[in-house]
């Protein structure tokens, strides 16, 4: 019986890590939704917007992590006109940035 428990544990962690949630289609939303004010590609160095950080800058700050993009995306974006997203959609947009975490 002990078994089970720990499995069940152990399915909880991984969905609430974003483990089901694709970076693909992360990068798709980000070109369409993200991209007026942000640089969402790999290798791009300056947004559109001066004061909206490039997304590989974003994910390159050592305190980041997925936890800290989803609760952020959770709040409305107050330089989108309030921009606020469904939740498969934050956990796809921060999986997509997290992805473009420098390699260690």
Request: proline share 10%; charged share 10%.
């Amino acid at each position: 019986m002990l078994k089970l428990p720990v499995i069940s544990a152990a399915v909880v962690i991984a969905t609430i890590g974003g483990a089901h949630a694709d970076p693909a289609t992360g990068a798709m939303l980000s070109a369409q939704i993200c991209a007026r004010c942000h640089a969402v590609r790999p290798g791009l160095t300056s947004s559109p917007q001066a004061d909206a950080p490039p997304f590989a800058t974003i994910a390159a700050k050592p305190e980041m992590n997925i936890f800290t993009l989803m609760s952020y995306l959770r709040t409305p974006h107050w330089t989108s006109a309030n921009l606020s997203l469904r939740a498969p959609d934050i956990e796809a947009v921060s999986s997509y940035i997290m992805s473009l975490q420098p390699k260690k």
